[in-house]
Structure formats: C-alpha cells, structure tokens
C-alpha cells in the first residue's frame, strides 16, 4: 500500500523559512517522480514542485522560483520542500504526491493527507 506522510509545517512569520518533508512507504521510491501540490484556504490545488526519480531535475511554479527548493532523499525514502522567504500568499495544506512515472511529465497517482503552513505574522 503506497503512504505518503507529511510533516513539517506549522505557523510562521513572514519571510521565514520551513522545511516540509514526506516519508514515502509501498513503493520503489526512487523509481518514481515526486511533487508537491498545495491548496491555499478557499481555493482549488496548486502544482508547488516536482523532481524527478533521480533528483537530478526539477521544477518549480513561478510564484516560488528562488524561494522553495524540492529535494529528495532516495536511501531514506523521503522528499523534501525548503520554503524560505515565505509570504502570506504561500499559506496553504501542502500535499506530496507520486508521480506516475521516473519524470512528471504524466501527473499524479498518489497524494498524502497534507501539512498546513500558516504564514502570518
């Protein structure tokens, strides 16, 4: 059975930093593509990130270029997001999905329960 499990988020202040991680079980991890996708109160999913099965590649919405770095670790089966110079915008229940293949070309097939960042001062 595939989990993802989120952690890492919680409140900050504007122009703080967080780092959300996902500790993937059930699959080959590092055969796969992962992503971050968030959806901010009231409004529908964002895609945030993605990398790809050997984390040589990635890439990011425009809005968070610069700011947020996605990495993963395959020999410890988790996928990382480093959130820095938050802003409230950015406030949002952050989900890390599985991609369906070792790129993100083709979407996604799992998704965890999600992690809630608050950027508020």
């Known amino acids: 059975e595939v989990q993802l499990v989120e952690s890492g988020g919680g409140l900050v202040q504007p122009g703080g930093s967080l780092r959300l991680s996902c500790a993937a079980s059930?699959?080959?991890?590092?055969?796969?593509?992962m992503s971050w996708v968030r959806q901010a109160p009231g409004k529908g999913l964002e895609w945030v990130s993605a990398i790809n099965s050997g984390g040589g590649s990635t890439s990011y919405v425009d809005s968070v270029k610069g700011r947020f770095t996605i990495s993963r670790d395959n020999a410890k089966n988790t996928l990382y997001l480093q959130m820095n110079s938050l802003k409230p915008e950015d406030t949002a229940v952050y989900y890390c999905?599985?991609?369906?293949?070792?790129?993100?070309?083709?979407?996604?097939?799992?998704w965890g329960k999600g992690t809630l960042v608050t950027v508020s001062s």
């Open positions: 059930g699959f080959t991890f590092s055969s796969y593509a």
């Open positions: 999905a599985k991609d369906k293949t070792a790129g993100w070309a083709y979407g996604m097939d799992y």
